[in-house]
């Protein structure tokens, strides 16, 4: 082998690599489709300036469950974030490549040829395989109470065709399969939980798996300790595949008022906070010297949901009155303080991996204008005919309708008052609607049992477009259709967004459906909510702000480091850089043999391997207890004798 | 008939009278009505004395105290004065008829079970004492929590509705020992004697008889329930719209008023409480000391 | 023995009343609908697999059963067992609890007795006068405003958690230290809270028994004020006072309801507030059976302890 071979086939590489690729997700190769997807390099940290240091991170609520079949709750996922790996994840609104390194439909679309990476260990040191892959699918495919059973019902099976290749049979094509199913399946270890399964059957769904010994997982950090109500506590896994964390130690602690957590992120206590938070308190967070916020855009989209069954507003039109007389821009002005986006007429939000599909030319099709609501009410016959102020029916009685907010929801409660306030400023008569709080308990069953008018409802979107199905398709394939919408045009595309793979077409299929929801108005989107997460930017860098998602994040925990003044280990010395720039070299070549992996990640594996000078941990290695509330009913017990002797003693001086 | 009535009316005057000389002579007292009076007539005057309509937003929200808003606004720019001088509506409403309905229970079963005796005493008697050896506001916040979820009424009546249905017991307990020393008195011996119907005894002879016991309780019930109801909106179970002093402080909670050190949020409510609970408790001891004559300080 | 009898058929009552009481709160699993993620083939497997498809009866039944086992039942939240769920939070909360019921009960004693002793004097008026106010102001109200003057404005005591994040308990100075710094507060609020309320019980049940002939004789006789405070008072007035403190273990309980949520202390209180913030009505039914079964025990032995202070009393 010359120079001049290797230089011939690195350009060959180079050029060819990337187009094949790119034409691979437009065309089909070879009978079926290629997914493509983004690798983790342009967001990965090359190193790191600091090793060492403990992040501490609070969520508003603690997780419900270790288990992730029956992880309901959004905190269990983010707890468990840090444990387990996925095969592809979305990252910052597109897919990435984790564990996968390609994905290959079959041209009937029935079966899915998915490749891993090699090498990957379990922190027990046990190799991640396609068994652990198959044995995920198959057990969120085969039991109904896995809380992802709902995308993995497609499923027919998966097996492990090698060591390192699954092949997943579907019982039909579904197009949303990778998006919704696979980019929010963690990997679990088939070793630990083959046996529970087998020993425990259905009753696994009620099984909490023992802290750490069964959370074995192949992520970042390993799980140390976990303390109901008050914290998780991780440490780095420093053999992690991907990139080694910067910092030692996560500890990830629980704290549901925000006004508490946010002290706590001004007195340095606590590095970041993924929660609510409201608006008022920016310009205080923002004087905080050593304090800064990440603002991101939640997709769920808040909405006013008219009950399309029930008169009037199984009236199209008289649904367009009511969209004209929602002033959007106001709610997200004076009541979200600015902190929010109006909501599409598309229902699709602009932000995220759904902005793929979001439709930008509906965004106009209503608008704040009374007098379009009042003329279209006098076209349907909606007319103040005794002259009271107040519209009444086409046969003239007396009408008014319900709005119903959640009560634990103060901008849903006050957004809803305000709609009330608009309808009764209509030119020539208002509409009588009656803002009724009640706890989300009591109204969420009218909601869905369609007894009740119009709600104000958050609901979240799914990752892949075919949610569209869900939401509107008719009952009762809709099954979160709660508006009751239904049109044999959307019913048609809906089930074609399930069953279309090409992207293209997809997107196609997707605008029309938003062009119909635009006109047809079964709900009216007010608002995308602005969150706000801050997090302390004077002792950490290297946070990853992703515009869809919230400061805490897998990138986060793997680039995050402390920054240089502050950092409890010294960076090394310039010599090692001159060493690095050496393998590099070396690298490169080694990822031309082999072009399964990416330059700069085999760049960063051989760096670790190559500088075997790492400076040593800087904190002490944690010990895990085993039985952890003993020892507050020893220091208990301890308080108490301590309380009650003195207590003795103060009687008997007297 | 006439002769009954004119005399009941003058003993009344009397007892009026001398309430008022109880009061007057025990300090304590005087202060629990004059702070009484004081925050009826706030709550009956507030579309007066208050300076803003507390439902509009008035101004930029998260203003500190100004000549403006002397305390401050809140998080929609709603005048935080006028939201406390009209809280008092919403507060003592809730007292009251949380009170008033608590006290009637406890007096139903409380002179059953009195008069009655036997069985049915024995069974009440469990009951009461087993809800009153029970953590008061603990099944207070069960009980509101689940009224809450049931019905479509408003969240408000299932919170009083709550109180009410914890507030009996020692009522009930109270009552009934009255009862039982005034069945033995002579009156209402006579009156069985003679065959009046056990009804007609209970509500015309027992009852107004008890009826010191029962104005000594609305008062001090009143006051527990206006600090259970300002607990459980504390604790997110109250009603978003009705602006009690409680709910203030829970949204001054939720709003973060204690990080942005905004104390005129969550300390002039929780001062308001404690004062109106004060003038019952001071009001329920001066009222004691003049049903029961026994208690009255001697004159120095 | 007939002791026995009532507090168990108490405890019955109990149960059976929250139980039924939670069931009205209807499908505890609706609000799963509108997560994408949930289809309703998901939901109704869960409901199967919980038994929420018998009827509400046949659920009663083995609730009883269960409870024989000493479980009480499942929290739908965290997917776990209830009993497991309290289990972790029981020690934090007793840990507040016992030592501050004894040192208030101590303190209002001591308070108390002198109070009744001096009652008339200047000091006795101020400190009662001090006291009603101070018992009037809301109990989360108090820990809120102690919360912000030392935990926010001074910094003298941490904010939230029963210790440190992160911090692992062991037998070490550092983290007694840690733990008691977390612990001070909210055990102030409720020793402070608690001696208010029950210092007019010891005076007036001290004003009794000073008015009680004896007493008025030995203080004829001339004797010592330490050896009448000592000898008879004390003696005599526990008895009253002993009786009501089922009552006041009760009151400790709603106290610690709100102290833990204020201070976020991780104890069975603070899952109150947090089961009815995620409206898992099965955990909040365990913990008020809990709770009011501590009451129930804590009542029981004070009749015992009464029974051996008092001769006078029989139990059969």
């Known amino acids: ?654 | 008939m006439g002769v009954q009535a004119e005399l009941s009316e003058r003993l009344n005057l009397g007892a009026l009278y001398e309430m008022w000389m109880v009061f007057r002579r025990n300090k304590a007292a005087l202060t629990g009505l004059i702070l009484f009076t004081a925050i009826v007539l706030m709550a009956v005057f507030a579309p007066y004395l208050a300076p803003y309509n507390p439902y509009e937003s008035v101004g930029a929200p998260f203003q500190p105290p100004s000549d403006k808003h002397p305390l401050g606004t809140n998080d929609v720019g709603q005048d935080l004065l006028s939201e406390l001088i009209y809280g008092a509506r919403i507060s003592l409403f809730i007292g009251f008829v949380a009170a008033v309905v608590g006290t009637f229970i406890g007096t139903f079963i409380g002179l059953s079970a009195g008069y009655f005796g036997g069985l049915v005493d024995e069974a009440l008697m469990r009951f009461t004492d087993m809800w009153l050896s029970m953590p008061t506001l603990l099944f207070t916040i069960f009980l509101a929590a689940v009224i809450t979820r049931i019905g479509t009424f408003p969240m408000l009546y299932g919170i009083i509705l709550a109180i009410a249905l914890t507030a009996w017991p020692s009522v009930a307990r109270m009552v009934r020992s009255a009862v039982l020393s005034l069945k033995e008195s002579l009156y209402v011996e006579a009156a069985r004697a003679i065959g009046v119907p056990s009804r007609r005894i209970l509500v015309k002879h027992i009852l107004p008889n008890v009826a010191p016991i029962i104005i000594i309780e609305v008062i001090t019930r009143m006051a527990i329930a206006m600090l259970t109801e300002a607990s459980l909106s504390f604790l997110g179970l109250g009603d978003p719209t009705a602006k009690s002093w409680g709910m203030m402080i829970h949204y001054a909670m939720i709003r973060n008023a204690i990080t942005l050190g905004m104390w005129w949020w969550f300390l002039p409510p929780g001062i308001m409480i404690s004062l109106s609970v004060l003038a019952f408790m001071l009001m329920g001891l001066g009222l004691e000391e003049y049903f029961n004559p026994r208690l009255r300080y001697k004159e120095q | 023995m007939y002791r026995i009898v009532t507090s168990i058929i108490t405890f019955f009552a109990v149960v059976t009343l929250v139980f039924f009481l939670s069931r009205l709160t209807g499908d505890p699993l609706a609000e799963l609908a509108n997560d994408p993620r949930i289809t309703p083939e998901v939901l109704e497997s869960i409901k199967r697999l919980f038994g929420l498809d018998k009827p509400v009866y046949v659920q009663y039944i083995d609730y009883l059963k269960n409870l024989f086992r000493g479980e009480l039942g499942f929290s739908l939240h965290y997917m776990r067992p209830v009993m497991d769920v309290i289990l972790e939070r029981l020690p934090y909360t007793l840990a507040l609890l016992v030592p501050s019921i004894t040192i208030s009960n101590l303190l209002a004693y001591r308070i108390g007795t002198e109070l009744a002793w001096r009652r008339g004097s200047r000091l006795e008026v101020t400190t009662l006068t001090l006291s009603i106010f101070l018992r009037s102001v809301p109990y989360f109200w108090l820990a809120i405003v102690f919360l912000y003057i030392f935990s926010v404005k001074l910094e003298w005591t941490p904010l939230y958690g029963a210790m440190s994040p992160g911090m692992s308990p062991g037998l070490n100075w550092e983290f007694i230290r840690d733990y008691l710094w977390h612990y001070v507060l909210p055990f102030f609020v409720l020793v402070f809270r608690e001696t208010i309320a029950f210092l007019f019980y010891v005076r007036s049940a001290m004003i009794d028994v000073l008015g009680e002939d004896y007493i008025v004789t030995a203080r004829a006789k001339g004797l010592p004020d330490k050896v009448i405070k000592r000898s008879y008072v004390a003696r005599n007035g526990i008895l009253p006072i002993v009786t009501i403190l089922g009552m006041r273990y009760a009151f400790l309980i709603d106290g610690a309801v709100l102290t833990e949520t204020v201070f976020s202390y991780p104890g069975t209180g603070r899952l109150v507030f947090e089961s009815i913030y995620n409206r898992d009505f099965w955990l909040l039914q365990g913990v008020v059976v809990i709770l009011a079964a501590s009451v129930i025990i804590v009542n029981f032995i004070i009749d015992l302890i009464y029974a051996v202070l008092d001769p006078r009393v029989k139990y059969g």
């Open chain 1, 1 to 654: 082998m010359s120079l001049r071979n290797i230089i011939a086939f690195l350009v060959v590489a180079l050029v060819v690599l990337p187009s094949l690729g790119y034409l691979a997700g437009v065309a089909h190769a070879q009978g079926g489709l290629k997914i493509t997807a983004e690798s983790y390099d342009r967001w990965l940290l090359k190193e790191c300036p600091c090793e060492g240091g403990k992040l501490v991170i609070a969520l508003p609520s603690e997780p419900n469950t270790f288990n992730w079949f029956v992880a309901g709750s959004t905190w269990s996922i983010l707890v468990l974030n840090p444990l387990y790996d996925r095969l592809v994840r979305i990252v910052n609104g597109t897919l990435t490549w984790e564990v996968a390194t390609s994905m290959e439909y079959s041209s009937d679309y029935k079966v899915l040829t998915i490749k891993i990476r090699d090498g990957i260990k379990w922190h027990d040191g046990k190799e991640l395989t396609a068994e652990d892959v198959a044995f995920t699918i198959n057990v969120l495919a085969k039991y109904g109470w896995t809380y992802y059973h709902g995308y993995f019902a497609s499923v027919d099976r998966a097996e492990a065709v090698d060591k390192y290749t699954v092949k997943v049979y579907f019982k039909s094509p579904d197009a949303g399969f990778i998006y919704n199913g696979l980019a929010s399946m963690n990997i679990l270890p088939k070793h630990i939980w083959e046996p529970l399964l087998k020993e425990k059957g259905d009753g696994l769904a009620k099984y909490a798996p023992k802290i750490p010994d069964e959370l074995v997982g192949s992520g970042p950090f390993k799980i140390v300790e976990y303390r109901p109500g008050q914290y998780v506590k991780y440490v780095a896994n420093k053999d992690y595949w991907l990139k080694k964390p910067c910092v030692n130690e996560l500890v990830i602690v629980f704290i549901r008022e925000s006004n508490v957590a946010l002290l706590a992120v001004q007195k340095g206590e606590v590095h970041a906070y993924y929660g609510w938070v409201t608006a008022e308190v920016v310009p205080q967070l923002l004087s905080t010297p050593g304090v800064s916020i990440h603002v991101y855009t939640s997709p769920t989209f808040y909405h006013w949901g008219f009950n399309n069954l029930k008169w009037p507003f199984n009236i199209t039109e008289f649904r367009r009155a009511m969209a004209f007389a929602v002033n959007k821009e106001a709610i997200v002005n004076e009541i979200l303080m600015g902190y929010g986006i109006p909501g599409s007429p598309g229902v699709v939000p602009p932000v995220g991996i759904n902005a793929q599909w979001y439709n930008p030319n509906v965004q106009n099709a209503y608008y704040f204008d009374l007098n379009k609501t009042a003329e279209i009410l006098d076209k349907l016959g909606f007319k103040d005919v005794d002259g009271d102020g107040w519209r009444e029916a086409p046969d003239g009685s007396d009408f008014s309708f319900e709005i119903y907010p959640p009560a634990y929801d103060i901008i849903r409660v006050r957004a809803a008052q305000k709609i009330a306030e608009w309808l009764s400023q209509i030119p020539g008569g208002g509409i009588k609607a009656v803002v009724r709080v009640l706890d989300w308990k009591t109204v969420w069953p009218l909601i869905r049992d369609g007894k009740v008018d119009t709600y104000l409802l958050g609901s979240g979107p799914g990752n892949d477009i075919s949610w569209l199905y869900r939401r509107f398709h008719s009952w009762p394939g809709g099954t979160g259709n709660w508006a009751r919408f239904s049109d044999p045009e959307v019913d048609k595309l809906t089930e074609m967004l399930k069953t279309t793979f090409e992207p293209e077409k997809r997107k196609e299929i997707a605008w029309r459906i938003q062009e119909i929801l635009a006109e047809k108005v079964p709900i009216v989107v007010l608002y995308y909510r602005k969150m706000i997460n801050p997090y302390r930017s004077d002792t950490f860098d290297g946070w990853f702000k992703p515009a869809d998602g919230g400061i805490y994040n897998r990138l986060t925990l793997l680039n995050v480091y402390m920054k240089p003044e502050v950092c409890p280990v010294k960076p090394k010395p310039t010599t090692v850089i001159v060493e690095k720039k050496a393998t590099v070299v070396q690298t490169v070549v080694q990822t031309v043999v082999k072009p399964g992996t990416t330059v700069v990640q085999t760049v960063v594996k051989t760096l670790t391997t190559a500088t075997p000078v790492q400076p040593a941990p800087a904190t002490t290695p944690t010990t895990p207890v085993e039985k952890g509330p003993n020892y507050a009913l020893i220091a208990a017990i301890i308080v108490i004798i301590v309380v009650v002797a003195a207590a003795a003693l103060l009687m008997r001086r007297k």
